[in-house]
């Protein structure tokens, strides 16, 4: 029996794109492809997506580098996902050592 709950069942963010303010530079997609996906001609094409907790930081990647500020992120802010993810990759190494 695990003590450690699946990181993938924790509670991840939102994320509330503005495809009409998007001109199409491709930056979210640059930094966080596993979270932005464009259309064929570089346009983001949603306007709201359920974002797993693994994946978090990287959604607010992609939505701070966004010239237009087309992305909002909706849950804990970036500071908590990269002290988790900084938390994940200690004990990862702690554990391979
Ligand atoms: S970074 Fe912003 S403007 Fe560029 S494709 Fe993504 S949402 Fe659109």
Known sequence: ???HPKPSSE???K???HPSLCLGYGMCRRFARD?????EEGYIDFHRLDVPADLAF??????SVCPQRAITVIGEPEAYWRERRERFTAESEEASL
């Open 1 to 3: 029996m695990s003590h």
């Open 11 to 13: 509670v991840g963010v």
């Open 15 to 17: 994320i509330r794109a």
């Open 35 to 39: 979270v932005y996906h464009l259309d």
């Open 58 to 63: 990287e959604a607010w990647i992609g939505a």
